[in-house]
């Protein structure tokens, strides 16, 4: 079992490089299934759940094989995966319906219950893939669809990111013109369509709510460098807005992060872009309002790291969670740390300027791991944190490394098992 010890570490100062979005490259992956081709991707993070995405291809017939950095992709013949604990492990698995169900006309999928940082349904793919001619039956956790597609209008009631990739692959290989409306902006999406007209596919209005997507025979074989992680360099700005240090995140993409940055500012934090990525300087002193929204609102994923900074703040922050119902779990840690915060529903208070100081804390989902070794910078003394699901080694790549390399003082051991 994965666990970090972390000391106070009050100044953090140097360069670090961004990894490539996990968030980008799983829904890549999964399009890799639309072709027989071969598929060479560059640059892709050492994250455990790049591993099971993998894994998922290859029960789906495909040949993935990583070579360094690279992985490449050859799907000649394709279908529902095998193996159904896969499919649990990760909630992303579900992005691979829509390529097999265009690609063979049918998928057949154990679906991952709910998660915890909230439920989780598959409605809005069920949907849409409804929209565009599907039969899609849901029994004791197995989601069923088939049928020949063609091109439809699709309304998303909520703009879910992965409904919006699930259906713009579908469409890719659908007869006919797909509209997506109120589609998700996020920018991983827009990379997916980048990365899908690289394939040959026809996408008009990729990081748009209004995606237009024009049917072709076949897509073809790409090669192709996902986008930096904007929730890693934001993870990584937030532990540099926690001290009163200097770093260079290289390679961070500015324009991703426009709402994240608009934050730390108004805290206080210097934000400076430049040529190599973004510069940041000073210490987050005021305190922070926050909504989380669709892109290009607060992200949600940063909800949990920008709290551990604002229990080091002067004053009241108040945070609104309304994408995910229960993503308020890291608080109870927190509060093991030290830190005053009231849950009220959606709502959270942090007041802030109370000094944290090491405990023994549990990691319970990916961000919030994030949040609490963040926090562990700021405390006194010794941190212990656990991370019994491997949350962090599936999300962030050597996070515990990076802040290292900027002068933190942490540690990855291994606990003994119990
Ligand atoms: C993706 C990201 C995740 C991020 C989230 C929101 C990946 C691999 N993961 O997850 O890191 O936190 O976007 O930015 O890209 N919903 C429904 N019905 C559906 C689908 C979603 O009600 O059919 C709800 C969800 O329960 C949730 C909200 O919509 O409350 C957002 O979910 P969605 O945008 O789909 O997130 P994911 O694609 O799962």
């Known amino acids: 079992m994965p666990q970090y010890q972390i000391a106070y570490s009050p100044r953090l100062s140097g360069e670090v490089a961004v990894s490539t979005a996990k968030n980008a490259v799983l829904p890549i992956l999964a399009?890799?299934?639309?072709?027989?081709?071969?598929?060479?991707?560059?640059?892709?993070?050492?994250?455990?759940?790049?591993?099971?995405?993998?894994?998922?291809?290859?029960?789906?017939?495909?040949?993935?094989?990583?070579?360094?950095?690279?992985?490449?992709?050859?799907?000649?013949?394709?279908?529902?995966?095998?193996?159904?604990?896969?499919?649990r492990t990760m909630r992303a698995s579900v992005l691979v319906l829509g390529p097999l169900l265009a690609r063979t006309g049918e998928c057949v999928l154990s679906m991952p219950g709910g998660c915890a940082i909230g439920q989780r349904p598959i409605d809005l793919h069920v949907k849409g893939l409804q929209k565009l001619g599907a039969k899609v039956e849901q029994e004791g956790g197995v989601v069923r669809a088939a049928g020949a597609l063609r091109g439809a209008?699709?309304?998303?009631?909520f703009p879910s990111v992965g409904a919006t990739e699930n259906l713009i692959m579908a469409a890719t290989l659908t007869r006919g013109v797909t509209r997506i409306?109120?589609?998700?902006?996020?920018?991983?999406?827009?990379?997916?369509?980048?990365?899908?007209?690289?394939?040959?596919?026809?996408?008009?209005?990729?990081?748009?709510?209004?995606?237009?997507?024009?049917?072709?025979?076949?897509?073809?074989g790409a090669e192709y460098t996902p986008i930096p992680d904007r929730i890693e360099a934001g993870t990584l700005a937030c532990a540099a807005a926690l001290t009163e240090g200097s770093v260079l995140l290289e390679g961070a993409r500015t324009d991703h992060m426009r709402a994240l940055l608009f934050k730390?500012?108004?805290?206080?934090?210097i934000c400076q872009e430049d040529a190599r990525g973004l510069r940041l300087r000073g210490k987050a002193r005021h305190p922070m309002e926050a909504r989380t929204l669709s892109y290009p609102g607060f992200p949600t994923d940063m909800q949990a790291p920008l709290m551990a900074v604002a229990t080091q703040t002067h004053g009241l922050s108040v945070f609104l969670e309304t994408i995910f119902?229960?993503?308020?779990?890291?608080?109870?840690?927190?509060?093991?740390l030290g830190a005053q915060i009231r849950v009220e529903g959606?709502?959270?208070?942090?007041?802030?300027?109370?000094?944290?100081?090491?405990?023994?804390?549990?990691?319970?989902?990916?961000?919030?791991?994030a949040a609490l070794m963040l926090a562990g910078l700021a405390a006194q003394g010794q941190t212990l944190l656990s991370d019994p699901a491997g949350h962090l080694m599936r999300g962030y790549e050597g996070l515990e490394e990076k802040l290292s390399a900027l002068g933190a003082d942490v540690k990855k051991t291994e606990a003994p098992p119990a």
């Open 325 to 336: 119902e229960n993503r308020y779990m890291h608080v109870v840690e927190l509060k093991r």
């Open 31 to 87: 399009a890799a299934l639309l072709t027989q081709e071969e598929i060479l991707l560059h640059q892709m993070p050492r994250l455990t759940d790049v591993d099971h995405m993998l894994d998922l291809l290859r029960a789906c017939g495909a040949d993935a094989v990583k070579e360094g950095r690279d992985v490449r992709v050859r799907s000649v013949a394709v279908g529902s995966p095998r193996e159904s604990a896969l499919l």
């Open 181 to 220: 409306e109120n589609a998700a902006k996020e920018p991983e999406i827009a990379d997916l369509c980048h990365f899908l007209t690289a394939m040959g596919a026809r996408i008009a209005g990729a990081g748009t709510a209004n995606i237009i997507v024009e049917g072709v025979e076949s897509l073809h």
């Open 346 to 369: 959606q709502l959270a208070l942090i007041q802030g300027g109370h000094g944290l100081s090491g405990a023994h804390v549990t990691a319970t989902d990916l961000r919030a791991a």
């Open 264 to 269: 730390l500012s108004e805290s206080g934090v």
């Open 153 to 157: 209008n699709v309304y998303l009631d």
